[in-house]
Nanobody
Framework: VQLQASGGGLVQAGESLRLSCAAS????????MGWFRQAPGKEREFAAA????????YYADAVKGRFTISRDNARNTVYLQMNSLKPEDTAVYYC??????????????????WGQGTLVTVSS
């Protein structure tokens, strides 16, 4: 059972990036997924979450209106489209999965499986 995050990189403020998180080894379509981020010297924080079907999403205030979480259950992949990036979005981004619920999950402690992280750097 693995989550593989990818898509990070170095961009300028105002630009966009799309992160992907590919899942293997378990029934992805039954998982609630989330994206978290950890900036240098700071604690990990919630960014966005989506329920098993993609019908419900939730965003942190800091990214609302700029980030969009989505999923493709046929491809076992969840995405995070990040637009209008700001220097304060610089962080390692982690995807996470949990099973056994139809709801959106936002608390890190409730996730069972984490990806390895992908670094996003936004220059001013």
């Amino acid at each position: 059972v693995q989550l593989q995050a990818s898509g990070g990189g170095l961009v300028q403020a105002g630009e966009s990036l799309r992160l992907s998180c590919a899942a293997s080894g378990r029934t992805f379509s039954r998982s609630a997924m989330g994206w978290f981020r950890q900036a240098p010297g700071k604690e990990r924080e919630f960014a966005a979450a989506i329920n098993y079907s993609g019908g419900s999403t939730y965003y942190a205030d800091a990214v609302k209106g700029r980030f969009t979480i989505s999923r493709d259950n046929a491809r076992n992949t969840v995405y995070l489209q990040m637009n209008s990036l700001k220097p304060e979005d610089t962080a390692v981004y982690y995807c996470a999965a949990t099973w056994g619920t139809r709801a959106v999950v936002t608390a890190a402690a409730h996730f069972d499986l984490w990806g390895q992280g992908t670094l996003v750097t936004v220059s001013s």
